[in-house]
């Protein structure tokens, strides 16, 4: 069983600039999610993804987008970048969108620095 | 709002049983979960309570009650490798809800 894999591990973008982070999910999972956790703080819900369709959208701009492939991989896209994106990018699968007992499978996330 | 309470830091020493507690605002939730993270790595999942009570799995073990807005995950036999964050978090449909997370320091 292939847990989840991010790519890149460490990224450095300059304020302006747009990002694209890239997850596969874990052999089975078909919903993705993502998250931002800011140093010394809790997963901020971003958005998930279930069947290649937005499913759920927490507070963040719209320059946040995302992608769901067939293959149940996902993107991350930031646009316009600025100062207050660093943080750490986690992605996560489960089984079956976000109801009922499936835990989230974490990545070891991005680290995206913003200067 | 939507939110989750977690103290930010517990102590405990190491063999000894700890308690970390969460309180919510929020509903139509389907379950409460905890997670650990220790530094450097990934949100691991520990347990999920789904209906109230308690849920045990080995040393870790979980309690919800809906009516009083507040869970809590209990640890025991603490061990060293336990020191890390651990997040309570609510499932809905829309959307999923951390807590900013509790540290835990363990004392030799």
């Known amino acids: 069983e292939t847990g989840v894999t991010q790519s890149p591990t460490h990224l450095i973008k300059t304020r302006g600039q747009q990002v694209t982070l890239r997850c596969s999910s874990q052999s089975g999972h078909n919903t993705v999610s993502w998250y931002q956790q800011a140093l010394g703080q809790g997963p901020q819900f971003i958005f998930q993804y279930y069947r290649e369709e937005e499913n759920g959208r927490g507070n963040f701009p719209p320059r946040f987008s995302g992608l769901q492939f067939p293959n149940y991989s996902s993107e991350l896209n930031v646009n316009a970048l600025e100062l207050d994106d660093s943080a750490l990018y986690l992605c996560?699968?489960?089984?079956?969108?976000?109801?009922?007992?499936?835990?989230?499978?974490f990545g070891n996330g991005t680290r995206l620095t913003v200067t | 709002g939507q939110s989750l309470e977690q103290p930010s830091e517990v102590t405990a020493v190491e063999g000894a049983i700890v308690q970390i507690n969460c309180t919510y605002q929020t509903s139509g939730f389907y379950g409460l979960s905890w997670y650990q993270q220790h530094d450097g790595g990934a949100p691991t999942f520990l347990s999920y309570?789904?209906?109230?009570g308690l849920e045990e799995t080995g040393r870790f073990s979980s309690f919800l009650s809906r009516s009083d807005s507040y869970g809590y995950l209990l640890l025991q036999e603490l061990q060293m490798k336990d020191s890390a964050s651990y997040f309570c978090?609510?499932?809905?449909?829309?959307?999923?809800?951390f807590g900013k997370g509790t540290r835990l320091h363990i004392l030799p």
């Open positions: 309570n789904a209906l109230d």
């Open positions: 996560a699968s489960s089984e079956a969108g976000t109801g009922g007992n499936s835990p989230l499978h």
């Open positions: 978090a609510v499932n809905r449909d829309d959307k999923i809800i």
